[in-house]
């Protein structure tokens, strides 16, 4: 069952309720900030995981699995944010990437998005930037 893309997919475009024409409606406008062809990268602690993303296909490894699992993920843009879903071993993977400066409290490094990470029925907090739009401060802290 995949009700949680679901709910994600409700909350990132909530405001953008076609009119009859086909457009857009509210105040929001449809995220953009991250462009189709940009990899996408995501980290998190408290446990240690991270994801990238690139044209459909999500690799996500932790430090008990460095190697990682790789699997597909749906893309989807709502109001304020991106949405990317999928299943890894059975299990729900529903990504979300909002605009915002981000810290992971232990590397001194600025990422410019937020990442919200549903893995089957545990949420996971973390930070993301792209290919090209790279966190600041050291590369290897």
Do not use: H
């Amino acid at each position: 069952m995949r009700t949680r893309p679901m709910i994600f997919a409700a909350l990132l475009i909530s405001a953008c309720t076609p009119d009859e024409a086909g457009q857009a409606q509210g105040s929001a406008e449809v995220f953009t900030d991250i462009a189709g062809q940009e990899t996408i990268l995501a980290t998190g602690t408290e446990p240690f995981w991270r994801v990238e993303i690139t044209e459909g296909v999500a690799r996500y490894s932790t430090p008990e699995d460095i190697d990682g699992k790789t699997f597909a993920v749906e893309r989807f843009a709502g109001n304020s944010g991106l949405g990317l879903s999928g299943t890894i071993e059975g299990r729900s993977f529903d990504l979300m990437v909002t605009r915002g400066d981000c810290s992971d409290q232990m590397s001194n490094r600025t990422y410019p998005f937020t990442a919200t990470l549903m893995l089957g029925e545990e949420q996971r907090q973390g930070c993301a930037w792209t290919d090209r739009q790279p966190f600041t401060g050291p590369e290897n802290p």
